[in-house]
């Protein structure tokens, strides 16, 4: 990229982090010092504001770069992460928002520890909390780190280190500064510039094919060298059974893993009532749903405008198919329509990454405050958060875990900055469906459900999960791996979710049926009608 094209970009940098810095500033002088106030915005947002920043908080760096770039690379088979992102929500309104609101107050472990011994399962939840959010942090790295180094115009690894650190720090001031309220308000206003900026873009993509869409995929499909395999589905996922494996694999974990991620149920806690938290989930699938349809023409139209080769030439991966499809929309590079057009797609690009990385660190950091740090530091068996010094105790060690989970979050980035970021985001999602979404529906809607029962699925699906990615394509084995050099593949999918969310459930059921701790009906029909009535709910 030439001078002309970085400077307005890096002015609307400039220009957004200034403001959200402004909003972090404005909050962090008007919220109490509660733990009410840091995790959940003291829970006095509307449905269709929390509709919005759930939608801002999903729409991640690997909705908007990856799935963008793996349809313009793949065709068809790029639009199994749509399907998957899309559908997962039907999973999250019919059966965690309205009872997870209800039984809950900041976390996860709040839904499990009510019918469970606490401290074992605070400690498991909130391990697999951290891990699932550090994963998808790292996504969002890799994206920021690819997105600034075709800016700069630079691929060195030197530019993305430094954008992946910057990243870094500003989600730990966002999260230490604003607490939930902040980082809402960030989501709301990068929601709005995210849905604009794609809905433009769409409109100059149809209007350079004349309003006519098969014309668009016909020309994505010569282009490709593909031609109509592009269309079809197979080019990724077809070509035998390893692959065909790995497609279902992909579709599993993406409609499940949902469900089990912690920034994303900590969204329900900032709503007064679980009809607030249904409502938002409706607002967000209409808003999600209509990005999602918007993306699927985005990617076909880098494959027909842009092209595949010029794609892999400037990031091996996809991941900045909408930036130069973007840029060749508005005139093409040293045009001024291609300079602006270009700048104002990156710089909603950096705001999405720079919103979600606030949104993850808060619920990642809310896991390690609330339930790891309560439950270590507790000697009895009582309520964690129990008086106000108790309540600014676990507020500052949030704000210190923002700060470690940041310095990970970096290293893992800088490590993994060659890799698609919806392939890294699939992995999140595996994850989040093993370890997290298992205890989450036992807790639920199982009566014999044991804390034993409990820590064996989160850790068994935990462990499953990461050793088989470890284990896969994704680490090392191939070029494209994380670690190319050397080979230790002994597992041939890339994503794990096939076989450890059933392992995960299996673990639960396992460890529930070998206990001899007496199931507490009791605190099951309590939990019962608080989650379907909201009775007692916070």
């Not at 079809?232 to 893993?257: E, Q």
């Amino acid at each position: 990229m030439t001078g002309d094209h970085q400077t307005p970009a890096l002015l609307l940098f400039g220009g957004f982090v200034a403001a959200t810095l402004g909003i972090t500033t404005w909050v962090s002088r008007r919220r109490r010092a509660s733990a009410e106030e840091f995790y959940a915005g003291g829970r006095l947002f509307s449905p269709m504001e929390n509709g919005f920043a759930i939608a801002g908080d999903y729409l991640s760096a690997a909705s908007f770069l990856g799935v963008t770039g793996l349809i313009a690379l793949y065709g068809y088979d790029g639009l199994l992460y749509v399907v998957g992102f899309l559908v997962a929500w039907l999973v999250v309104l019919f059966l965690v928002a309205e009872l997870v609101r209800n039984c809950g107050r900041f976390t996860l472990a709040d839904v499990v520890a009510a019918r469970m011994r606490e401290r074992p399962v605070r400690i498991a939840a909130g391990t697999s909390s951290v891990v699932v959010s550090v994963l998808y942090l790292v996504a969002q790295m890799v994206g920021a780190g690819s997105l600034v180094a075709l800016l700069l115009g630079r691929t060195s690894g030197a530019a993305q280190a430094w954008t992946v650190v910057g990243v870094g720090a500003l989600m730990v001031i966002y999260v230490s500064l604003g607490g939930m309220r902040a980082t809402t308000w960030i989501q709301i206003v990068k929601a709005v510039l995210l849905l604009g900026g794609t809905v433009a873009l769409t409109v100059l993509l149809l209007l350079r094919f004349h309003g006519d869409v098969d014309r668009l995929l016909v020309a994505a499909a010569q282009r490709s060298g593909h031609g109509k395999a592009f269309l079809a589905p197979g080019l990724k996922y077809g070509g035998n059974w390893t692959a065909r494996l790995d497609f279902i694999s992909l579709g599993l974990a993406l409609v499940l893993g949902t469900a089990g991620l912690p920034h994303i149920l900590s969204r329900f806690y900032t709503v007064p009532t679980a009809r607030a938290a249904r409502r938002s989930a409706a607002w967000s699938i209409g808003l999600i749903g209509g990005f999602y349809l918007l993306t699927i023409v985005l990617g076909f139209g880098a494959a027909a405008v842009v092209g595949p080769t010029a794609l892999r030439g400037s990031n091996a991966a996809g991941n900045t198919a909408v930036p130069l499809l973007a840029l060749d929309l508005g005139g093409g590079a040293g045009s001024t329509g291609g300079t602006v057009l270009f700048a104002v797609v990156a710089a909603i690009a950096f705001a999405t990454i720079l919103a979600v990385v606030a949104g993850v660190t808060l619920a990642s950091s809310a896991s390690v405050a609330h339930d790891l740090y309560a439950s270590l530091r507790r000697s009895g068996g009582g309520k964690s958060g129990g008086g106000s010094v108790g309540a600014r105790g676990e507020v500052a060690v949030a704000r210190c875990a923002a700060v470690g989970i940041g310095v990970l979050a970096i290293v893992l980035g800088l490590l993994a900055r060659d890799l698609n970021v919806a392939c890294l985001a699939g992995l999140a999602f595996a994850v989040a469906a093993s370890a997290n979404l298992p205890v989450l529906m036992y807790s639920l809607f199982w009566s014999g459900f044991t804390t034993r029962g409990a820590v064996w699925a989160v850790y068994g699906g935990l462990v499953l999960a990461l050793g088989l990615m470890l284990l896969s394509p994704v680490v090392s084995g191939c070029r494209g791996s994380l670690f190319p050099g050397v080979d230790f593949q002994y597992f041939p999918l890339q994503n794990p979710g096939i076989v450890s969310i059933p392992l995960g459930f299996l673990a639960g059921w396992l460890g529930t049926v070998t206990s001899d701790e007496v199931p507490d009906e009791a605190k099951y029909a309590e939990t019962e009608v608080r989650s379907l009535t909201g009775s007692g709910a916070a």
